[in-house]
């Protein structure tokens, strides 16, 4: 997952992947069948260590919702901040790619982007019950809204090489929730 994040699916090949990993080039194929069938299970493994993050984060009862969101996007800053703004999201890149990449990946990097919508819209939806945000917010729509400002600013930050898209966009989506 280094190299992909960095550097992207199409610009990374098997043996690339292999040699950082020190397996052979036959025991690959005994798993993957393919590139696109290695690609696919990527973006479930993707899937499931992000998800994850995101459950840290967003179903922390500790915190009120608003600032569980915040303690994503704070954490997921200081992530990209380790590497140097080199790393952003697989998912996202793969996203960026997808003119380029098999058909089969629509749908799975789709699914896990609605995935990731619906955590966001329940948190949400818990700060509208608790009154933390306006009853006029329409939940579905912003956890949606949320996703494709985020995935910009990943970009945008390993563009600049800094957080300043990050935290803009931070900044903006938390005080839109007013």
């Known amino acids: 997952m280094e190299i992909l994040t960095e550097k992207g699916y ?3 090949g098997i043996d690339e992947v292999l040699r950082q990993v020190d397996v052979p080039k036959g025991s690959f194929y005994h798993y993957f069948d ?3 069938g290695f690609g696919l299970a990527l973006i479930k493994s993707y899937s499931n260590f992000f998800m994850h993050k995101l459950d840290k984060h967003l ?4 915190l009120a919702p608003i600032e569980r969101l915040n303690s994503f996007l704070v954490d997921a800053t200081k992530g990209m901040a380790r590497y140097n703004f080199r790393r952003g999201c697989l998912v996202g890149n ?3 790619e997808m003119s380029a990449l098999p058909e089969s990946f629509r749908n799975a990097i789709r699914g896990v ?3 990731w919508e619906n955590k966001v819209e329940k948190c949400l939806r818990e700060a509208q019950a608790n009154g933390h945000i306006s ?3 329409d ?3 912003s956890a949606y809204i949320f996703w494709i400002g985020w995935e910009g600013a990943v970009l945008r930050a390993k563009l600049e090489q800094k957080p300043n898209a990050l935290l803009t966009f931070s900044k903006f989506f938390l005080e839109s929730l007013r």
């Open 10 to 12: 199409l610009a990374t």
């Open 34 to 36: 393919s590139k696109e």
């Open 59 to 62: 179903n922390d009862k500790r």
């Open 94 to 96: 793969l996203g960026q």
């Open 113 to 115: 982007f609605e995935e």
């Open 135 to 137: 009853s006029n917010i």
């Open 139 to 141: 939940c579905k729509e």
